[in-house]
C-alpha cells in the first residue's frame, strides 16, 4: 500500500529509509543502499520503499518494490496502480507480480541517494488519478444511525358543514365527518392504523377501516418490511394493486445520500500540475489541485433529465483549458450493480375506502425487480400469479446517448385457459430546450393480470347512461401516448403539445389532443392558455385561459376565462397563501360566474395545537358553510402534546428549563413549555435534522453540555433529544493568584482532586471550576513543568453564579 507523503514528511521517509530497508511484511531487513538501475545480479534480493515521480513530477507517494538478483525492478499490480501506474496483466510473473522492465513503453532509473523512483512512461500507460467529488457529511452526521423512541401520534382531520342557509330552517351543523390516521411506534418497527368515522344526531356511523399495516426499515441493509395493508411493487408497464399480506422491499430512500441514477465519469490529462474545476450546469460543484497526468472526476452532482459537465484545467501560468459533456440522467436507469426489488404475498383487496374488508379469496404473490447491469443497461422483471392465473415478463431500460432513454418490455399471461401478451416501449429525448416523450403499449389476445382477475364481477366494465365506460378493470387493448414540450414564439414562453389513444376491452375508444401555451411577464407574473378536445366525442372538449399576479405578504390574484359543454364562465380568485410557521394565516375569495355561479370566501389560521379553516360557499342557489380542524395528538417521553399534523417525524426537546427558545435548521420553533419541553414537528425520517437551543434565557448557574444536536429519526418516529441541563452545577468563578499575589496566566489548565474535573484559567485569573463540594483542592499545571495547590470552601446559591475571590496557589 502506498504512503502519502507532506513536503517535510517527504524529507524525514527518505533519511530513514537511507538508514534502513523493509520487507514487505514492514519487518526490518538490513541491506546495502540501492545502487543505480544497472545493478551486478549478485546483490542479494530485498524489498525497499521509494517515493515515485512520474515524468519528472512527484506523485507525492512512496512504493514498495522488490529488487531481483538479476537487477530488475518490480512490483505488485495493486501497488503499481495506486502510485498511478497501469498494471498490465499480460506481463505479469507467475507470482502476479510485474516487472517493470516488461512494461511496455516504461523506462526507470532510480536515485539511490535520494531513494527515488524517476519513471518515464506515456499518458496512455498511467493510471488515472481518480477524484470523488460527491458530497460529504460530517462526521457526526455520518455517525448518526436511525432512532426511534416509543410512542404514539394520532392525527385527524374534523369537517363539518351546515344545510341550506337560504333554507327556512338552518342547521349550523349536520354532522361531523373525520379522517384519523394513528400509529404506534418503537425501535422495533412502526404500526400505523388509519380509518374515516361520521357522526350525525349524537350517534356515530359509518366508520370505514382504511390501513393497517406494520413496517420495519433495514437502513444498513436497505429493505422495508410491511405486514398489512401495501401497494404491491411495479414498473411503468405493471398495474400495481393493493394487497393484504406480507412485503419485502428494496428502499433506496432510507439512504437519501446514495445516488441510484448512472454517473457519468468525466475524463481528462493535465500536462502539468493544475487547479481543477467542475461545473455542473453552469454551477461549480468542485474546486481542487490535480497532478499531472490522466485523471477521472465522479460522482458529480446530477438530476433526473438532460444536462452538461464542464471541466476547467487551469495551469501556474493561467492557461485555461475547458471540456464539455454533455449528459443525460433517468430514474428508468440503475448504477452498474445495484438491485432494486419488491417481493410480496397477499390477498388483493377490493373497494377500498368504501368497504373496510372486502380482499379476495384467492392468494396472489408478485416479484419486481431492476438490476444495473451496466452503468448504460437496466435490466427489469416482474412475475405475478395464484391460483388459475400466471403473468410473467422482462423488459430492459437504456440511454439514447447524451439526449435521452429508452425501454422496451414484453408480458405474458395464463388465466382459466385463455392466453395473452402485451408489448410496451418508451422513448423520453431531450435536445436544448425540446422535449419528447412516447409511449406504446399493444395487447394480443386475452391479457390477464391481478387486477383484472381480481376484480369484482359487478365492475366488469361500468358504462354512464351514454354507454361510455367509466371504469373497466381489464387491461387496455391499447394505449399511445405522446407529448412535445417546445420553446415558445417569444422570449420566457412555452409551448407544450399531447395526444393519448386509449383502446378499451369494449371498442369504446378516446383519442384526446391537447395544446398549453405559458408566458412568464413581469415581476413573476404568467399567462396560460389550455384547450383539449377528444376526437371521438364532440362533447368532450375545454378551453381555458388565464393571468396570475403575485403580489407582496403571499398573495396572489388569479383570474382567468372557461369554456366547456356546460357553457361559458369567467373566474376571479384572490388568495393568501398561508405558512408553516405558527401563527400564520390565510385567506381566499373566489367567484366564478356562468351558468353555475360558484363563489366562495375562507380563512385559514395555524395555532400551536391545530390549524383551523373554515369557509361560505354558494353555488347556484346554495349556501352552505363548513369549518374545517386539522392537528395531532403525540405522546412521548412521557408527556402528551396537541400539535399540527405530524406526517413525517418528530421530536421531543427537552431542555429542562422553561421558555427556552427552540430552533430546527435554523428556524425558530416556539420555547419550552413549564416543564422544559417542546415538540417540534415536521422532521425528516433517515436524514441528518438539526435542533438547537438559545442558553441565553437559562439560569446563570445552569449547565448544558450542547447547543445543537443532530438527530436522525426512523420512519415517522419520534426521538427525544435531552440537551443534559443541569440547573444546579456547583460551580463558580474561582479568581487564583500565586503565591506572589499575582493572577495565575492564561490559558494553564487544572483539576479538581476530588473529581478529577478539569478546567482551564482564563484572563485575570478566573477559571470556571465545576462540580465542587463543601472543600475543595485543586492543582494547576504551571509552565515550568511544576504544578501548585490551592483550597478553598464553595457554597451554592441558586440562581446565582458564586464568585470566590483570592485564592492562592502555591
Not at 388569479?558 to 388568495?575: C, K, L
Request: negative net charge.
Amino acid at each position: 500500500m502506498p504512503m502519502f507523503l507532506s513536503a517535510a514528511g517527504r524529507a524525514l521517509a527518505i533519511f530513514c529509509m537511507g538508514l534502513c530497508t523493509l520487507s514487505s511484511g514492514r519487518a526490518q531487513n538490513q541491506g546495502p543502499p540501492i545502487p543505480d538501475q544497472n545493478i551486478s545480479q549478485s546483490i542479494e534480493a530485498g524489498d525497499f520503499y521509494l517515493e515515485v515521480f512520474i515524468n519528472d513530477t512527484s506523485t507525492e507517494m512512496i512504493g514498495a518494490f522488490r529488487q531481483l538478483a538479476d537487477g530488475g525492478l518490480s512490483a505488485t499490480p495493486q501497488e503499481l496502480h495506486e502510485v498511478g501506474l497501469k498494471a498490465d496483466t499480460k506481463v505479469r510473473e507467475p507470482n502476479g507480480s510485474v516487472r517493470l522492465e516488461d512494461v511496455p513503453g516504461l523506462d526507470y532509473r532510480i536515485d539511490a541517494a535520494t531513494q527515488r523512483l524517476y519513471v518515464t512512461i506515456d499518458d496512455s500507460a498511467r493510471a488515472a488519478k481518480v477524484i470523488d467529488i460527491s458530497p460529504k457529511g460530517t462526521t457526526d452526521d455520518k455517525a448518526q444511525k436511525p432512532q426511534s423512541s416509543y410512542g404514539a401520534v394520532l392525527n385527524y382531520s374534523l369537517f363539518a358543514g351546515s344545510n341550506d342557509l337560504m333554507d327556512g330552517n338552518v342547521k349550523p351543523f349536520q354532522g361531523i365527518s373525520g379522517g384519523f390516521d394513528a400509529r404506534f411506534f418503537s425501535p422495533y418497527g412502526t404500526l400505523n392504523q388509519s380509518f374515516t368515522a361520521n357522526m350525525s344526531d349524537g350517534e356515530l356511523e359509518g366508520v370505514k377501516r382504511l390501513n393497517t399495516t406494520w413496517s420495519y426499515s433495514d437502513a444498513e441493509r436497505l429493505i422495508t418490511y410491511r405486514a398489512g395493508d401495501f401497494i404491491s411493487g411495479g414498473l411503468p408497464w405493471t398495474r400495481p394493486v393493493f394487497l393484504g399480506g406480507m412485503q419485502v422491499q428494496r428502499n433506496f430512500s432510507l439512504r437519501p445520500d446514495l445516488v441510484t441514477l448512472p454517473v457519468p465519469i468525466l475524463s481528462g490529462t493535465a500536462a502539468v500540475p493544475s487547479t481543477l474545476e467542475v461545473y455542473t450546469q453552469n454551477v461549480r460543484t468542485y474546486s481542487g489541485a490535480v497532478p499531472s497526468g490522466p485523471f477521472e472526476v465522479t460522482n458529480f452532482p446530477v438530476f433526473s433529465g438532460q444536462g452538461e459537465a464542464q471541466i476547467v484545467l487551469r495551469d501556474t501560468l493561467g492557461r485555461e483549458t475547458r471540456t464539455t459533456l454533455p449528459f443525460y440522467s433517468s430514474s428508468l436507469l440503475l448504477q452498474k450493480g445495484l438491485i432494486d426489488f419488491s417481493a410480496d404475498l397477499g390477498f388483493p383487496r377490493r373497494n377500498y375506502g368504501t368497504e373496510s374488508n372486502d380482499y379476495d379469496g384467492a392468494p396472489m404473490g408478485v416479484a419486481t425487480f431492476r438490476y444495473g447491469l451496466t452503468n448504460w443497461l437496466t435490466l427489469e422483471g416482474h412475475f405475478e400469479g395464484g391460483v388459475d392465473l400466471l403473468n410473467g415478463g422482462i423488459g430492459a431500460a437504456f440511454p439514447l446517448g447524451a439526449y435521452g432513454v429508452a425501454s422496451v418490455a414484453a408480458a405474458g399471461s395464463s388465466h382459466d385457459g385463455d392466453t395473452g401478451m402485451i408489448v410496451n416501449g418508451s422513448v423520453e429525448v431531450t435536445h436544448g430546450n425540446y422535449t419528447l416523450f412516447a409511449r406504446l403499449q399493444q395487447a394480443f389476445g386475452s391479457y390477464d393480470d391481478i387486477a383484472s382477475v381480481s376484480a369484482d364481477d359487478e365492475l366488469d366494465p361500468i358504462f354512464d347512461p351514454s354507454g361510455v365506460t367509466v371504469f373497466s378493470p381489464r387491461v387496455p387493448r391499447s394505449l399511445a401516448q405522446v407529448t412535445l414540450s417546445t420553446p415558445g414564439p417569444f422570449d420566457r414562453s412555452n409551448l407544450n403539445f399531447s395526444y393519448t389513444q386509449l383502446d378499451l376491452d369494449k371498442g369504446d375508444d378516446s383519442k384526446i389532443i391537447g395544446a398549453s401555451f405559458s408566458q412568464s411577464l413581469f415581476k413573476s407574473s404568467s399567462f396560460y392558455a389550455t384547450a383539449f378536445t377528444d376526437l371521438e366525442d364532440s362533447k368532450s372538449f375545454g378551453v381555458f385561459a388565464g393571468l396570475t399576479i403575485p403580489f407582496d405578504n403571499d398573495i396572489n390574484v388569479s383570474t382567468g376565462y372557461e369554456q366547456t359543454a356546460d357553457g361559458p364562465a369567467g373566474f376571479i380568485d384572490v388568495a393568501k397563501s398561508e405558512r408553516q410557521e405558527e401563527g400564520s394565516y390565510g385567506w381566499r375569495l373566489r367567484t366564478s360566474e356562468g351558468s353555475n355561479p360558484d363563489r366562495s370566501a375562507s380563512a385559514s389560521y395555524r395555532a400551536r395545537y391545530a390549524r383551523i379553516e373554515g369557509s361560505v360557499q354558494q353555488f347556484n342557489d346554495t349556501v352552505r358553510a363548513n369549518a374545517q380542524v386539522d392537528g395531532a395528538i403525540a405522546v412521548a417521553s412521557g408527556g402528551v402534546f396537541a400539535t399540527n399534523r405530524i406526517d413525517d417525524a418528530f421530536a421531543v426537546v427537552d431542555v429542562g428549563a422553561p421558555d427556552i427558545d427552540v430552533s430546527f435548521e435554523n428556524r425558530p420553533v416556539g420555547r419550552t413549555n413549564r416543564s422544559g419541553r417542546i415538540l417540534v414537528p415536521n422532521l425528516r425520517s433517515y436524514e441528518p435534522n438539526i435542533v438547537a437551543i438559545d442558553p441565553k434565557n437559562l439560569p446563570v448557574d445552569a449547565s448544558v453540555g450542547s447547543t445543537r444536536n443532530v438527530v436522525v429519526p426512523a420512519d415517522r418516529s419520534g426521538v427525544v433529544i435531552n440537551f443534559d441541563v443541569e440547573q444546579t452545577t456547583a460551580s463558580a468563578l474561582v479568581t487564583l493568584l500565586d503565591a506572589s499575589g499575582k493572577a495565575l496566566d492564561a490559558g494553564l489548565r487544572g483539576h479538581v482532586e476530588r473529581t478529577g474535573k478539569e478546567f482551564v484559567i482564563g484572563y485575570d485569573g478566573e477559571a470556571y471550576i465545576s462540580a465542587l463540594g463543601a472543600q475543595n483542592d485543586i492543582v494547576v499545571d504551571l509552565q515550568d513543568g511544576k504544578s501548585c495547590r490551592a483550597r478553598f470552601p464553595y457554597q451554592a446559591k441558586q440562581g446565582t453564579q458564586v464568585k470566590i475571590k483570592s485564592v492562592v496557589c502555591s
